[in-house]
């Protein structure tokens, strides 16, 4: 009941935030957030291989010499096969929620992989997110898909500190 729950509330929230994907949205519905947060798993297992979630969040303060001075959130997710085996190309993984409280950030992640990682890691990123505090804790949640079933899981990595970099 509780899945059917959270994919009638995830539908009606994905449509209303088309427009502006790599960005996202923030949305304050305490029910939603704990619906995610306990649908969500610390480990999960694709293809025989337990993954769990490792996350990088911080807000950069340094001063720049040009463009814009924002300090949005920006969000590091890796998916760590814990068998150090590579990860499977049997899934996609590109949405992802940032809970604070009674806040949700949903925004997908950037095409850009990040690089010099061991094959059993991989990271996306995310680097337009709100201005929140940094020193809290938040709960990530990476939305993933199964590429031949369509099943929808859900992997946790629950409080996470946003860094401050300056």
């Known amino acids: 009941m509780t899945r ?78 814990t068998d150090s085996v590579a990860v499977t190309n049997d899934f996609t993984a590109n949405r992802m929620y940032v809970i604070h409280q009674d806040k949700i950030w949903m925004a997908e992640l950037e095409n850009t992989t990040v690089s010099g990682k061991p094959e059993y890691k991989v990271g996306r990123i995310n680097s337009d997110g709100p201005e929140w505090e940094t ?3 938040v709960d990530v949640i990476l939305q993933i898909v199964d590429k031949k079933s369509e099943e929808v899981s859900y992997l946790i990595a629950r409080k996470q500190k946003i860094q401050r970099l300056d």
């Open 4 to 81: 059917i729950f959270l994919l009638i509330c995830l539908s009606a929230v994905l449509v209303s935030c088309e427009k502006e994907k790599n960005r996202g949205r923030v949305i304050t519905n305490q029910e939603f957030a704990l619906a995610l947060q306990n649908i969500s798993k610390d480990t999960l297992t694709l293809d025989s291989h337990p993954y769990i979630l490792e996350t990088d969040l911080f807000r950069d303060f340094f001063p720049k010499a040009f463009g814009p001075k924002k300090h949005n959130l920006v969000v590091v997710i890796y998916l760590v096969n």
């Open 135 to 137: 020193g809290i804790e």
